[in-house]
């Protein structure tokens, strides 16, 4: 049974730093990639960045690029967003989705797996 536990998150002010972890179980090694998503209240389920742990390649979103930063440790089958300089539109719930195989796909839709979900609150 494949399972994506997340931890952190949290509410921090503009400006502010966060991290956010996600763990997997169940997934064949080093074949699947990790996609960070967020949702605001309201709004689609977009795509904030990805990892894949077959090749090491990432992507990130315009809206966080530089400001955001995903990495894995492949021995503990976890992958961690660091978020720095945080704003107000950043406040969301965020989710850890897995994909097989371990391909950029920046759209939630074709994730097979998902974690339970994080709060991020940043406030001005």
């Known amino acids: 049974e494949v399972q994506l536990v997340q931890s952190g998150g949290g509410l921090v002010q503009v400006g502010g730093s966060l991290s956010l972890s996600c763990t997997a179980s169940?997934?064949?090694?080093?074949?699947?990639?990790i996609g960070w998503f967020r949702q605001a209240p309201g709004k689609e389920r977009v795509g904030v960045s990805c990892?894949?742990?077959?090749?090491?390649?990432?992507w990130y979103s315009d809206i966080v690029k530089g400001r955001f930063i995903i990495s894995s440790d492949n021995a503990k089958d976890t992958v961690y967003l660091q978020m720095t300089n945080l704003k107000p539109e950043d406040t969301a719930v965020y989710y850890c989705g897995a994909i097989l195989p371990g391909v950029i796909i920046t759209t939630p839709e074709q994730y097979d797996h998902w974690g339970q979900g994080t709060q991020v609150t940043v406030s001005s």
């Open positions: 990892i894949s742990r077959t090749d090491g390649s990432t």
């Open positions: 169940g997934l064949p090694l080093n074949n699947y990639a």
